[in-house]
């Protein structure tokens, strides 16, 4: 049996993660959920490490790397972020991986998979936590870069777009971009996929599978009995887009912060 430790500040994101364990991966046992990193550097000052430890990278009290300046933990890790996905997916091999939040079951099933066969080959992580640390406390020097404008096509003639000044993407038949003064221009990218792999996450989200908002373009949320929420984007645009029941825990967090 694998035991294992989740660190996630947010009560119902650990529940799905513990349920979804259950399900992908019966020898793991889930022996503690640590809700904050005051909590985690005193559970690990009274504990051994587990086997195999899940952890949120952005708490309510701190960053969860702040651990692995108090201990010497050598046990597989697996990061669980709404954000910053990036910079990690540098570090996604054996020992180090993340999962994107809502967790994927089988990217969750995939993880575990290769961290279980570290364990089986008793090896040694290959990746420094602390190079993961400043590649994250660093972005700048990281790679990729993100994108500063899009070139769109008005007229038979290329005209830049700010990134900064891009409020939203939405996607309906085609991808277009709205701009926080109203503008709306055709984008020419295939999917909003290839379109989030450039932009910085701390500055935009994916609300759904056909938008991409800026932080700055939210006017408000408002919260439903379903757990849904319903983002109205400032004037001019105004535009209304619902986030999912799963996925309202991790905006909160990114909004939050």
């Not at 890790?77 to 990690?88: G, K």
């Not at 309906?172 to 971009?177: E, G, R, T």
Request: net charge negative; charged share 25%.
């Amino acid at each position: 049996m694998i035991k294992a430790v989740i660190v996630e500040d947010e009560n119902l994101i650990a529940r799905e993660l513990q349920n979804k364990i259950a399900a992908v991966a019966p020898d793991v046992q889930v022996t503690e959920v640590l809700p904050s990193l005051k909590t985690a550097k005193k559970w690990f000052m009274q504990n051994a490490e587990p086997d195999l430890l899940f952890m949120d990278i952005q708490l309510s009290d701190g960053v969860s790397f702040e651990l692995f300046d108090h201990f010497q933990l050598n046990c597989p890790v697996i990061f669980t972020t709404a954000y910053d996905e990036y910079a990690i997916r540098a570090f996604k091999v054996n020992g180090v991986d993340y999962l994107l939040k809502p967790v994927d079951t089988d990217e969750l099933r995939s993880a575990v998979d290769k961290c279980r066969k570290l364990l089986e080959n008793k090896a040694a992580p290959p990746v420094h936590i602390r190079e993961l640390m400043h590649v994250l406390q660093h972005p700048q020097s990281s790679s990729p870069l993100y994108k500063e404008k899009f070139i769109v096509s008005i007229r038979n003639n290329w005209i830049p777009v700010n990134t900064r000044d891009i409020a939203c993407f939405m996607r309906d038949n085609l991808n277009y971009i709205y701009t926080f003064n109203g503008e709306k221009y055709i984008l020419d990218y295939a999917t909003l996929e290839e379109v989030e792999e450039l932009l910085d996450p701390r500055v935009f989200y994916r609300a759904n599978r056909q938008s991409i908002i800026h932080a700055d373009a939210i006017q408000s949320v408002k919260p439903h009995e379903n757990q849904k929420l319903t983002i109205t984007l400032k004037a001019p645009l105004k535009i209304e887009m619902d986030i999912s029941r799963e996925k309202a825990p991790a905006f909160k967090k990114w909004f939050d912060r």
